[in-house]
């Protein structure tokens, strides 16, 4: 069985962690006789260039989530990490310091940095990077879901209110906390940017695809960006299963109740599901969501969303994929 989901950071990287364990638990495995595998496609819109390092966020916290080196309660950056050169940074001066690197994390950066600067496509460096944490022996492909270097920026009011000003997406989300609204997002780069190899026939190969609860903005919004993948999303033949992001119309984490209302949606698992309408076949929504009028568009199966152990994590991930199972063969879409 081929998956392939589409991810952004925490959210999304802990639901693919649960759903190796989902599939573990059904005998496809790596290691069984019919193993299934995953390909990620993930957002590179989060990406930064700070101290002359190019930092992939969203990339990184799937290849620690998955890879077992993960800050488990941060959900993003290394465990059993230290912040020496983040100190020498800010003795001298360097900024900036809103964004905190920690120095396992800093080896991550500085080969992909180093690599980069040899040449070596994205789509190889996180390949390199995705070998040490061990996701081909589990059956994960981490693709970028463009080689075209891409920024998220947020265009936010001045300080005083008379203009608007851009800021790049992690000031906005860790230093502003996304508590200054955002008059609207603009992926730059994305004008240029081509889908990574592999991400189209991913989608278009792909048995079943998933969207994990990652934020329908900023990543899963970005990625659909990405020119051809959503034409791809439209044309597969394989179920698209998503899981809202929202629970009782807020963010189990994130701030994608605020991004939503950058692009003036409703913070609801249907206003999200309508996001993808022209795609999605099925969506998981919290038990407590009562809202069934796209239901005639789309499979709502209701149940708790909350991941809040790694056995209910893999409890969500194998619902989501046995509703694609059972969606599949449905026939062409009716494109919304
Ligand atoms: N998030 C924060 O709230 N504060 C930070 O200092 C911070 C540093 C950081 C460093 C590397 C990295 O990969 C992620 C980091 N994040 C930090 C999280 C990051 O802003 C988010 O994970 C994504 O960009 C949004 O999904």
């Known amino acids: 069985m081929k998956i392939t989901a589409l991810a952004g950071g925490v ?6 962690r ?26 590179t819109g989060d990406d930064i260039t700070l ?19 993960v800050n ?12 020496l050169l983040q100190g020498e940074l800010a003795a001298y001066g360097v900024e900036p310091q809103w964004f905190g690197l920690g120095d396992r994390d800093l080896g991550t950066h500085v080969a992909r940095s180093l690599w980069l600067g040899q040449g070596a496509s994205l789509s190889e460096v996180t390949a390199r990077l995705a070998a040490r944490w061990g996701l081909p022996e589990s059956g994960f492909t981490l693709r970028p879901m463009t080689d075209t270097p891409v920024e998220t920026h947020v265009v936010i009011p001045d300080d005083d209110g008379t203009g608007s000003r851009a800021v790049h997406f992690q000031e906005w989300w860790v230093r502003l906390r996304a508590a200054v609204a955002a008059q609207r997002f603009v992926v730059v780069g994305m004008d240029r940017a081509t889908p990574a190899p592999g991400v189209l026939e991913a989608i278009r190969t792909a048995d079943v695809v998933l969207l994990p609860p990652s934020n329908p903005v900023v990543s899963i919004g970005v990625i659909l960006g990405v020119p051809g993948v959503r034409d ?3 044309g597969t033949p394989a ?14 984490r994130g701030h994608a109740d605020a991004c939503l209302r950058a692009i003036g949606v409703e913070s ?8 993808y309408a022209d795609f999605l076949d099925g969506w998981l929504v919290d038990s407590s969501d009562s809202d069934g009028s796209y239901a005639d568009r789309v499979a709502v199966q209701r149940r708790p969303l909350l991941m809040s152990s790694p056995p209910a994590t893999a409890e969500l991930a194998g619902a989501a994929l ?15």
């Open 11 to 16: 959210g999304g990287a802990r639901f693919l």
């Open 18 to 43: 649960g759903l190796r364990d989902a599939l573990a638990a059904r005998g496809l495995g790596p290691m069984s006789a019919t193993p299934a595998t995953v390909t990620v496609i993930g957002n």
């Open 51 to 69: 101290f002359g390092l190019r930092v992939c966020p969203d990339l990184d916290t799937v290849l620690y989530t998955l890879g077992g080196g």
């Open 72 to 83: 488990e309660e941060q959900g993003w950056g290394r465990a059993d990490e230290g912040h």
């Open 232 to 234: 791809a999303l439209r």
């Open 239 to 252: 179920p698209v299963v998503g899981v809202s992001p929202l629970v009782g119309g807020r963010p189990v």
């Open 268 to 275: 609801s698992s249907a206003a999200v599901a309508g996001l």
């Open 322 to 336: 046995d509703l694609a199972l059972s969606l599949r063969g449905r026939g062409a879409r009716a494109v919304g």
